[in-house]
């Protein structure tokens, strides 16, 4: 009966959330019940693909007929935002600004931060050595509302930045926890973009993870995981800090928490390996650590890649290309089976119970989210490829590093 409530759960909150405004869709999830996507396609199957103007590893974000993307050229010294027709792939409106070139990993790009909108405005983050700022853009025609400078981005080890905007209520929530000075986490009036609060945060290691916000217990909660504090619970509406796990992770947070059933998960990695996971049940104050941690994992994780909770088990995408099922409630896992070629970057998303996801070399892999393991198939894309899908109103938005891709449910 558990399980039915689950399932039916996850299919009335998705059924009706046509659009994708966010990394990862609704609620940052990465579930959509979409049908009739196929699990096999070539390049005579896309609707449309037009060329983007710069490269980056961004998601494009949709709203009705709109997607959107940013990309950046010139070495980052010029940035895009632009808005197409879902339908049609005809070019709405683009808007550029200028910018600096700045160190990063060669994995990086210099667009790697996903927008986000509530169907009005479309707000995104630009950061660099120099300055880090928010903007907002009307939906309709593009035109800049408003853009707030706040502290830099700095990382001892030049990566770049990446982390992408979240919505609560009329606020725009942004992470900026970098490692050589002190980091912060903000939260700005969606109308205005003032500054309504600000948590100063020295992190040990960059945070790359982009938090998610959870209900649970008639409270709403924004999830971060980061190095010091591992995974934690936030007020977004004031960000204080209402519970934290320290002394759980030693390296960096890159892949985004996951929730489900009353549980979130995070995981810290390095070198293109995770190298633990944490399930914390919520309800907790203060530190946690001891009292709700609901169990570990140290062996075969994703570090960049997302997991996806679908129904009673998560899913656990490896950089390697390897899938690991398990068990949500107990960490038990199920299936461990190779179903990818080459490195990961990409998140999956799932998709009327199928799990997508995309190798850095273009290559997509489609399996079934069920504790049976079971494949379908293999797609080529054509491009390389580090970002994660799109999927809105019977169709899958795929942004290569040059081009953006739209696949139909048939």
Known sequence: MEKYLSLLIITTVFASAENWPQLRGPDGAGISME???????????????????????SSPIVWE???????????????????????????VWSKTLGGET????????????????????VFVSWGDNDEFFMMAHDLKNGKELWRTQLGVSLSDDGHGTAVSPVLFEDLVIILNE?????????????????????????????TYSTPILVEYG??????????????????????????????????????????????????????????????????????????????ERSRSLPYVPTPIAYGDHLYLWLDNGIVVCVDAKTG??????????????SSPVCINGKIYCSSRTGEFTVIDANPIFKMH??????????????????????????HLYCLEAK
Request: charged letters at 20%; glycine letters at 12%; a positive charge.
């Open 35 to 57: 049908k009739g996507l196929p699990v096999k396609w070539t390049a005579k199957d896309y609707a449309w693909q037009i060329k983007l103007p710069g490269i980056g590893h």
């Open 102 to 121: 700045h160190p990063k990993h060669a994995l990086n790009s210099y667009a790697s931060a996903t927008p986000v909108t509530d169907g009005k405005r």
């Open 332 to 345: 038990a896992e199920q299936w461990n089976e190779r179903v990818g070629r080459g490195d990961f970057s």
């Open 377 to 402: 198939g293999r797609s080529q894309l054509g491009e390389s490829i580090h970002s994660t899908p799109a999927v809105s109103n019977g169709r899958m938005f795929i942004r290569g590093f040059e």
């Open 65 to 91: 007929d709109n997607v959107i993307v940013t990309s950046a050229s010139q070495k980052g010294a010029q940035r895009f935002i632009e808005c197409y027709s879902a339908a049609t792939g005809k070019l």
């Open 178 to 206: 970098h490692d050589t000075s002190l980091g912060y986490i903000a939260a700005l009036d969606q109308a205005t973009g003032k500054v309504r609060w600000k948590l100063d945060r020295k992190i040990n290691k960059m």
């Open 218 to 295: 008639g409270q709403t909660q924004l999830i971060n995981a980061c190095l010091n504090d591992g995974l934690m619970g936030l007020d977004p509406r004031s960000g204080k800090i209402l519970w934290t796990t320290p002394n759980t992770y030693t390296l960096r947070t890159v892949a985004m928490p996951v929730y489900w059933n009353g549980h979130v998960f995070g995981s810290c990695g390095g070198g293109g390996k995770g190298k633990l996971m944490t399930a914390v049940k919520l309800g907790g104050q203060g530190k946690v650590t001891e009292t709700h941690v609901a169990w």
